[in-house]
């Protein structure tokens, strides 16, 4: 099993910014895709940005040039940089990874952190 907590949510003001980090614990997996995904009240759950075991990104069209996801394989951490907050940034931040356990394919997820953007 995969037992990922995040951190460093919080109360910031609009134009803000905010590092969030994800830290996996576990044994007997490899990472295949790791991300961040959010959840604002009243709306499904939605990617932010996604990074792979060998560095290639990807982000949602709102947060492109703001927002920064980022990996240390030798910690199993990811870190998402978030710059120029925005209220509707406003939501409940997911960490997931996509690992690989023998042969197998499986998804974990955190318990999420909120992150508040308001004046």
């Known amino acids: 099993q995969v037992v990922l907590v995040e951190s460093g949510g919080g109360l910031v003001q609009p134009g803000e910014s905010l590092k969030l980090s994800c830290a996996a614990s576990?044994?007997?997996?490899?990472?295949?895709?790791m991300g961040w995904f959010r959840q604002a009240p009243g709306k499904q759950r939605e990617l932010v940005a996604t990074i792979s075991a060998s560095g290639f990104t990807n982000y949602a069209d709102s947060v492109k040039g703001r927002f920064t996801i980022s990996r240390d394989n030798a910690k199993n951490t990811i870190d998402l940089q978030m710059n120029s907050l925005k209220p509707e940034d406003t939501a409940v931040y997911f960490c997931n990874f996509q690992v690989m356990v023998s042969v197998r394919v499986m998804d974990f997820w955190g318990k999420g952190t909120l992150v508040t953007v308001s004046s």
């Open positions: 576990g044994s007997g997996f490899s990472n295949l895709l």
